[in-house]
């Protein structure tokens, strides 16, 4: 597909992972992936503590049976004094770790790259993976997908949890084997099960999709209006990475020898790269005219 966008310079990712993007591909064919990292951490910790407190109170259940003419009691269970065991302590995680705060929930963490004196500062217990597994009532995972990572919950892992936990993945589905944890919700090892990622996508025909303790959402995590307009106020950094090669080939075009780094990235001996980097970045330049002419003397 990337070869077939002749034109393509830059990819923008909408969000923080690059896992959908052949990012060895684009670099081989010369064009940038960006990402708007930061931009949605609100926006996704927000959406798993709505999943967390969806699920400890079976709030789209009983909405479901309240429109259906059904008034039922259930008792749920209150947040304050568990602990939440949170997987993977970055932005995210952080800022789940202070709404968790405000519920008076106990909060610890598991990240390989834990930072002590953040979590000293902000009453956050350290924790292997292991024993946090044990110890948490609630574990929302926020980790990035690779091969350390994929089916990190699994048969082995749930069974180490309490009986009743509840577990939350608003990051990348293929951290949990689904098939795993359909077994864990039916034998109530798993209290509750909030997803806003699936390994496929879109869920169809998933047997967790038929159970009343999961609670599903479309990966719908960093979709807010806040969170969009945060990622249009990133573009200038995109932008910024088209204009610096529009200025690496008007250098090269007046015999300005460009960095070896951005010469090696950008492939700048093509001829018909350098055309269409200049008439879409370099027009603006105060020396385009010469630009122009320069560049046509050395690629003729």
């Not at 996704?44 to 259940?61: K, Q």
């Not at 598991?110 to 902000?122: L, S």
């Not at 990051?171 to 496929?200: H, K, N, P, T, V």
Request: hydrophobic share 40%.
């Amino acid at each position: 597909m990337l070869r077939a966008c002749k034109k393509l310079k830059v990819i923008s990712r909408y969000g923080v992972g690059y896992d959908r993007v052949d990012v060895a591909a684009a670099k081989a064919l010369g064009i940038a992936v960006t990402n708007t990292p930061g931009v949605n951490s609100e926006a996704v910790a927000e959406l798993t503590m709505g999943l967390i407190l969806s699920l400890v109170r079976r709030i789209p259940y009983l909405d479901r049976q309240t429109k259906s003419n059904q008034w039922l009691r259930s008792t749920g269970t209150e947040l304050a004094g568990k602990t939440l065991g949170i997987v993977g302590l970055g932005a995210i995680g952080k800022l789940v770790a202070r709404c968790a705060k405000g519920f008076d929930m106990n909060v610890i963490a598991y990240d390989p790259y834990i930072q002590e004196g953040y979590c000293a500062a902000h009453g956050i217990g350290i924790r292997t993976l292991d024993a946090l597994l044990c110890e948490a009532n609630v574990i929302p995972l926020h980790l990035p997908l690779n091969n350390q990572t994929h089916h990190i919950i699994g048969q082995a892992a749930i069974a180490q949890m309490q009986p009743g936990t509840i577990l939350v993945n608003a990051s990348r589905g293929a951290l949990i084997d689904e098939d795993a944890a359909d077994d864990a919700l039916c034998s109530g090892q798993l209290g509750g099960l909030g997803l806003d990622a699936f390994e496929r996508e879109p869920p169809t025909g998933s047997k967790l999709l038929t159970l009343d303790s999961v609670v599903a959402t479309p990966h719908t995590g960093a979709h807010t209006a806040e969170a969009t307009a945060k990622m249009a106020e990133s573009m200038p950094s995109h932008r910024a990475v088209a204009m610096t090669i529009a200025q690496t080939v008007a250098l090269w075009a007046l015999g300005i020898p460009p960095s070896p780094h951005m010469r090696s990235s950008w492939n700048l001996p093509s001829r018909m790269k350098l055309i269409r980097v200049l008439s879409t970045c370099a027009t603006n330049h105060a020396r385009s005219d010469t630009v122009r002419m320069r560049l046509n003397e050395r690629i003729s």
